[in-house]
C-alpha cells in the first residue's frame, strides 16, 4: 500500500474485491514469467507442463475479469506484494549454472511455492463468494482452484519420477 492510501473493509464484498484484485495481478505476472520458466526448463514434460500452464493461466485472467463483471466491477489490479516476492525469489534460479537436472529441481520448488500461494488465495476467494451467496462467482473460482491443484499435483509428479531422480544422481 501507498503512503497516502488506506485499505477499508467495510464488508466482506470489500474483501472479496480486495482479493481478485491482487489475484488478477498475480496471474498477470505470472503470464509474464511463465514464459521464462519454460524456456528455461530441461526436462521435456516441465518445459511442456510450463507451457501448458501458461495458457491455463490466460484463462485464469479472462476468468477473473469475468468474475469482477460478474460483481459490477471493472477489472483492477493491486499489486501483489507477495508473488512479487515469489518471481522475485525465481529469479536466481533462471540465471542459475550447474547441472540442469538440479536447475529443474529448483524450477519445480519455486514453481510450487506459486501455485500454493495462488491456491490460498483463490481458496479464500471462494469462500468469500460463496457466504456472500455468489454461487456462480464461486463456481468460477473453483474452477480455477481445482486447475491451480492440479497444476500442483503435475509438479509434484515430474519432480518425483524423473526431476528429482536425476539431480539426486548428481
Known amino acids: 500500500m501507498g503512503l497516502f492510501t488506506t485499505v477499508r473493509f467495510n464488508d466482506l464484498r470489500d474483501l472479496l474485491l480486495d482479493q481478485l484484485k491482487d489475484l488478477y495481478d498475480a496471474e498477470l505476472r505470472l503470464t509474464e514469467a511463465l514464459p521464462r520458466m519454460a524456456e528455461a526448463a530441461q526436462a521435456t514434460e516441465l518445459k511442456s507442463a510450463f507451457e501448458s500452464h501458461l495458457q491455463e493461466t490466460e484463462h485464469h485472467v479472462q476468468r477473473i475479469e469475468q468474475v469482477f463483471h ?26 542459475a549454472e550447474g547441472d540442469m537436472s538440479v536447475r529443474d529441481a529448483a524450477l519445480i520448488a519455486a514453481a510450487q ?11 479464500s476467494a471462494r469462500a468469500f463468494a460463496q457466504r456472500l451467496g455468489l454461487e456462480s462467482v464461486a463456481a468460477l473460482l473453483q474452477q480455477t482452484l481445482n486447475e491451480e491443484g492440479n497444476a500442483d499435483k503435475l509438479l509434484t509428479r515430474i519432480a518425483e519420477s524423473s526431476v528429482n531422480v536425476q539431480a539426486s544422481q548428481r
Not at 460478474?70 to 522475485?88: F, N, S, Y
Not at 511455492?113 to 481458496?123: K, M, S, T
Open 70 to 95: 460478474m460483481i459490477g466491477e471493472e477489472p483492477e489490479r493491486q499489486t501483489c506484494d507477495a508473488m512479487k516476492g515469489l518471481l522475485k525469489e525465481g529469479e536466481h534460479v533462471l540465471d
Open 113 to 123: 511455492r506459486v501455485e500454493h500461494y495462488e491456491i490460498a488465495g483463490y481458496g
